[in-house]
């Protein structure tokens, strides 16, 4: 891929649907009935871009257009259900709590996110006082994470990922939450990964630290890339765009909403999405069912109160 960090080519991400909660077992055991017409939502739709090494990509668009799903799959976090994600180098996802365990302390989850990112002890023991310093969380930082305000997380998941030093950074609304001075103080250090030649993907609402901060911006419009360019004149348009969407009434934004997101339903793609989600072989269903049935006779125990 030459200085290629990420090459994207017709990324897909769709998702079954279930009108109720029977459905959702019926989709464990692969049984739903023959002919029963069912659409798939589709996230993000033949997505194409390559973002090089040291180069910044803003990632923006309204509330459900695709922007979380989009970093997951750059992540790593979830695979395409079409086309293929190439990276070039290690990638570290920065969102809100994401990865930490709300049942550990901060310390703890520490050590867990570290090691997860393939840090030895030694590294773990080097780095622990320069997370703790950076996260700013006093004495919280012994509290489980379950007690934190989304600012908190968000300190904690920045700190821990900065320092772990991946190749890739992408950074999903963390820097929305908490107080501006952290936030700049985010803004500092990802400067300074910059500068060392790593790849970010930002995504933020925030059209101001973009301009200041990123050389591309990808603007997605519900599963879909809209527009693709340089910073200014992608913000300019977007914020153009939103300048016309807040002028609507509350009724004509929802009838706008829910016509977009109802083209983002869509039949199955043929054997390609049956053979990922929706199918399975008449081996796997009775393996599926083998499997449930302890959790059957343990229900029925329990409740008999043996």
């Given at each position: 891929m030459n200085?290629?960090?990420?090459?994207?080519?017709n990324?897909s991400?769709?998702?079954p649907?279930q009108?109720k909660?029977?459905?959702k077992?019926?989709?464990?055991f692969s049984?739903?009935?023959?002919g029963?017409?069912?659409?798939v939502?589709s996230?993000?739709s033949?997505v194409?871009f390559e973002?090089?090494?040291g180069e910044?990509?803003?990632i923006?668009?309204?509330n459900g257009?695709?922007k979380?799903?989009l970093?997951n799959?750059l992540?790593?976090?979830?695979?395409?259900?079409?086309?293929?994600?190439?990276?070039n180098?290690t990638?570290?996802?920065i969102a809100?709590?994401a990865?930490l365990n709300?049942?550990?302390?901060?310390?703890d989850?520490?050590?867990?996110?570290?090691?997860?990112?393939g840090?030895s002890s030694e590294?773990?023991?080097?780095v622990?006082?320069?997370?703790?310093?950076?996260?700013e969380?006093g004495?919280?930082?012994?509290?489980?994470?379950k007690?934190y305000s989304?600012g908190?997380r968000s300190?904690l998941?920045?700190a821990?990922?900065v320092?772990t030093?991946p190749?890739?950074?992408?950074?999903?609304?963390a820097l929305?939450v908490?107080?501006?001075?952290?936030?700049?103080?985010c803004?500092e250090?990802?400067?300074?990964f910059?500068?060392?030649?790593?790849?970010i993907f930002?995504?933020?609402h925030?059209?101001s630290?973009m301009?200041?901060f990123?050389?591309r911006?990808?603007?997605?419009h519900?599963?879909?890339?809209?527009?693709?360019?340089e910073?200014?004149?992608?913000?300019?348009n977007?914020t153009?765009f939103t300048k016309?969407v807040?002028?609507?009434s509350a009724e004509e934004?929802?009838?706008?909403k829910?016509t977009?997101q109802?083209?983002?339903?869509?039949e199955?793609p043929?054997?390609l999405y049956?053979?990922?989600v929706?199918g399975?072989?008449?081996?796997?269903?009775?393996i599926?069912?083998?499997?449930?049935?302890p959790?059957?006779?343990l229900?029925?125990?329990i409740g008999?109160?043996?």
């Amino acid at each position: 891929m030459n200085n290629s960090k990420v090459l994207v080519k017709n990324v897909s991400k769709l998702f079954p649907t279930q009108s109720k909660q029977s459905d959702k077992l019926l989709e464990f055991f692969s049984i739903r009935k023959k002919g029963a017409p069912r659409k798939v939502f589709s996230a993000v739709s033949d997505v194409s871009f390559e973002a090089n090494e040291g180069e910044t990509i803003g990632i923006l668009g309204l509330n459900g257009s695709g922007k979380s799903t989009l970093s997951n799959l750059l992540a790593q976090v979830i695979q395409p259900t079409k086309g293929s994600i190439e990276v070039n180098g290690t990638p570290s996802l920065i969102a809100i709590s994401a990865g930490l365990n709300n049942n550990l302390s901060g310390m703890d989850n520490i050590k867990l996110k570290c090691m997860m990112h393939g840090l030895s002890s030694e590294k773990i023991d080097e780095v622990r006082p320069d997370i703790i310093e950076f996260a700013e969380l006093g004495d919280y930082i012994n509290q489980p994470v379950k007690n934190y305000s989304s600012g908190m997380r968000s300190r904690l998941g920045f700190a821990i990922s900065v320092h772990t030093d991946p190749d890739i950074l992408i950074i999903d609304e963390a820097l929305s939450v908490g107080d501006t001075t952290f936030a700049n103080k985010c803004l500092e250090k990802m400067q300074e990964f910059k500068e060392q030649g790593k790849t970010i993907f930002f995504v933020s609402h925030s059209a101001s630290q973009m301009k200041s901060f990123c050389d591309r911006v990808i603007w997605m419009h519900y599963g879909r890339v809209k527009e693709i360019g340089e910073t200014e004149d992608v913000i300019k348009n977007y914020t153009t765009f939103t300048k016309e969407v807040n002028k609507l009434s509350a009724e004509e934004k929802s009838q706008l909403k829910n016509t977009e997101q109802r083209n983002q339903f869509v039949e199955p793609p043929g054997e390609l999405y049956n053979e990922k989600v929706n199918g399975a072989t008449k081996t796997e269903k009775v393996i599926n069912l083998l499997l449930f049935i302890p959790l059957i006779l343990l229900g029925i125990l329990i409740g008999t109160g043996y």
